[in-house]
């Protein structure tokens, strides 16, 4: 109803981000920029927050979108709330590598493994 009254041609507020509807707005293009800067320079870790709704889901899909996925393998764990050996294993699973271990520190030295 109102994407007729308003002339928009998709809803605008949907229940799922739509990185196509992205507005690069002085403190999402900051976040953007930190986060491209981060992976550029094997920062190893950056992390986004923020607010209920203030696009950090359509921020990460932007920069999924931003780098090639024949230079990068880009890998999403959507529960924050995994213990430390949790996470690791979730880390190692979405990688395709097996992850049994019980040792935060075994499962940790895996990614440092050639």
């Known amino acids: ?7 928009l041609s998709t809803a605008p507020f949907e229940n799922v981000p739509n990185q196509d509807l992205f507005y690069e ?7 953007l920029v930190r986060l491209v800067c981060a992976v550029e320079h094997k920062k190893g870790l950056a992390v986004l ?8 889901t359509t921020i990460s899909r932007v920069l999924y ?10 890998i999403t764990i959507v529960n924050p ?9 979730a880390l190692l699973i979405n990688l395709g590598e ?9 499962l940790l030295n895996r990614f440092y493994s050639d």
């Not at 109803?1 to 002339?7: K, N």
């Not at 707005?25 to 976040?31: G, I, L, V, Y």
């Not at 097996?98 to 075994?106: F, L, M, Q, R, V």
Request: hydrophobic content about 30%; glycine content about 8%.
């Open 49 to 56: 927050t923020g607010e209920v709704g203030s696009g950090k």
């Open 81 to 89: 709330a995994l213990s430390p050996v949790d996470f690791y294993r």
């Open 65 to 74: 979108d931003y780098f090639s996925t024949d230079s990068f393998e880009v």
């Open 1 to 7: 109803m109102y994407t007729a009254y308003w002339g």
């Open 98 to 106: 097996p992850a049994e271990e019980d040792s935060k520190t075994i």
């Open 25 to 31: 707005s002085p403190q999402h293009e900051e976040a």
